[in-house]
């Protein structure tokens, strides 16, 4: 599912969809992954800190994934946003990898950040 086309956040970083995972349960019931590749963040030498990924991922969460939630059925406990320096298969650990996660109550139209 993945698309190639850069989406715009807030950075400016090069961001693009890697796929959608919404056939995994998480631990509040239905949740919808939203798996994203943005390759400057990095632990080492990336231009894009965590701060500065969080607000991406707040934005990618309002602007990408909410007007998306209904092609993928009902609307979900959860939303997940998460950007990786390279992509990893869902599930599998990549300890080189960077990645970075957060989590989204959907209510009122909106995302709510939850602690994740």
Known sequence: MGDASPIAVPSGQPVTLLDVIWNEMGPDGLTLRFR?????????????D??????????LCES???????????????????????????????????????????RDGACIWEMY
């Open 50 to 59: 965590v701060d500065t990924a969080t607000t991406d991922m707040q934005a």
């Open 36 to 48: 994203f590749l943005a390759p400057q963040i990095a632990r080492a030498g990336g231009s894009v």
């Open 64 to 106: 990408f994934a909410l007007p998306r939630i209904s092609d993928f059925g009902p609307v979900p406990q959860q939303v997940i946003i998460s950007l990786s320096d390279m992509n990893v298969p869902f599930g599998e650990t990549a300890p080189e990898a960077t990645q970075f996660f957060e989590a989204f109550t959907i």
